[in-house]
């Protein structure tokens, strides 16, 4: 069974940083690409970051050179540092990956950014 569990979230200022932690169970991880998408109230859900088997990553333009996605393969967990904060970021972040031709979700963990 997959299971992607999402924590960190919480109530931030404007400016101010997040870590979020995604753990991961029934795939093997270290083959997969993972992402994290984000989706704010009355918004389509949107691509934040990825990070790929061989570590390679990529970022919305948005927040380039502000979080920063990365990955621990023998504790399966990816992790998205979240710096300078934006109250427009304000939004539940969700983990995501795919295997094969099924597309797997976490819960969300909520970000609040407040100005």
């Known amino acids: 069974q997959v299971q992607l569990v999402e924590s960190g979230g919480g109530l931030v200022q404007a400016g101010g940083s997040l870590r979020l932690s995604c753990t991961t169970s029934?795939?093997?991880?270290?083959?997969?690409?993972m992402n994290w998408y984000r989706q704010a109230p009355g918004k389509q859900r949107e691509l934040v970051a990825s990070i790929s088997p061989g570590f390679h990553e990529d970022y919305a333009d948005s927040v380039k050179g502000r979080f920063s996605i990365s990955k621990d393969n023998p504790k399966k967990t990816v992790y998205l540092q979240m710096n300078s904060l934006k109250p427009e970021e304000t939004a539940v972040y969700y983990c995501n990956t795919k295997v094969g031709s099924i597309t797997y979700w976490g819960q969300g963990t909520q970000v609040t950014v407040s100005s």
């Open positions: 029934g795939i093997v991880f270290s083959y997969n690409t």
